[in-house]
């Protein structure tokens, strides 16, 4: 069970570059997640999906964009990547309540730091 | 704005004695509380949730709600070096979103 996997770990980008930050679950969960961590900010919510085909916004979404083909693949792109968007993303999914679990906090990925220069 | 609200230390205790972690909500709606621990450079960790009032203890910690006064907290009795970390605190309001503290800095001195 590998739980949560994000790809790449490190990533440096050229401002105005564009990127896509793969996230995949192997758990079957329906909720999944994209947040950014800032130095003393905390994290904060980019996206979130409650399944295949719908996503909606969090508290911080500009210059992002998301996709949910699969219930498996959440990918976060970027598109004219900024120095604003340095930061640490983590994705992360969880169970919805029904599917048999009493603790449906949510499982994070390893993480991806970028940089962007 | 929906905000939870944590101190951000850092908090200091020795070896062996007891940490005590707060967290404060505004939304009374709130129905889920989980703390993550997350060591330098790494995700965040599950440790323990809680969803009605009273405490609920897991090992060595052990996590209090309190809806009429819109605090969850977190002990963490006997601390040990290894739990030097960030404690986030993280609520769900009705919705799906979990909303996040900025975290407290917990180092134990051996």
Redesign the interface.
């Known amino acids: 069970n590998a739980g949560v996997t994000q790809t790449p770990k490190f990533r440096i980008l050229k401002i105005g570059q564009s990127m896509t930050l793969q996230c995949a679950q192997d758990m079957n969960h329906n909720y999944m997640y994209w947040y950014r961590q800032d130095p003393g900010m905390g994290l904060k919510l980019i996206y979130y999906s409650v399944g295949a085909g719908i996503t909606d916004k969090g508290e911080v979404p500009n210059g992002y964009n998301v996709s949910r083909s699969t219930t498996e693949d959440f990918p976060l792109r970027l598109e004219l990547a900024a120095p604003s968007q340095t930061s640490v993303y983590f994705c992360a999914s969880r169970t919805n309540p029904g599917q048999g679990s009493n603790n449906y906090g949510y499982t994070f990925g390893s993480g991806t730091r970028l940089t962007v220069v | 704005q929906k905000e939870v609200e944590q101190n ?1 230390g850092p908090l200091s205790v020795p070896e062996g004695a007891i940490a005590s972690l707060n967290c404060t909500y505004s939304d009374r709606g709130s129905q ?1 509380f ?1 703390w ?1 621990r997350q060591y330098s450079g ?5 440790i323990m ?1 809680i969803y009605s009032n009273g405490d609920k203890e897991d090992g060595r910690f052990t996590a209090q709600l309190n809806k009429a006064s819109q605090y969850v907290s977190l002990l963490i009795r006997d601390s040990q070096p290894s739990d030097s970390a960030t404690y ?1 605190c ?1 609520v769900q309001h009705t919705g ?8 407290t800095s917990l180092t134990v001195i051996p």
Request: glycine share 10%; net charge neutral; hydrophobic share 30%.
């Open positions: 951000s889920s989980f993550y790494k995700s965040p960790e599950l949730s986030l993280a799906n979103q979990f909303y996040f503290g900025t975290g």
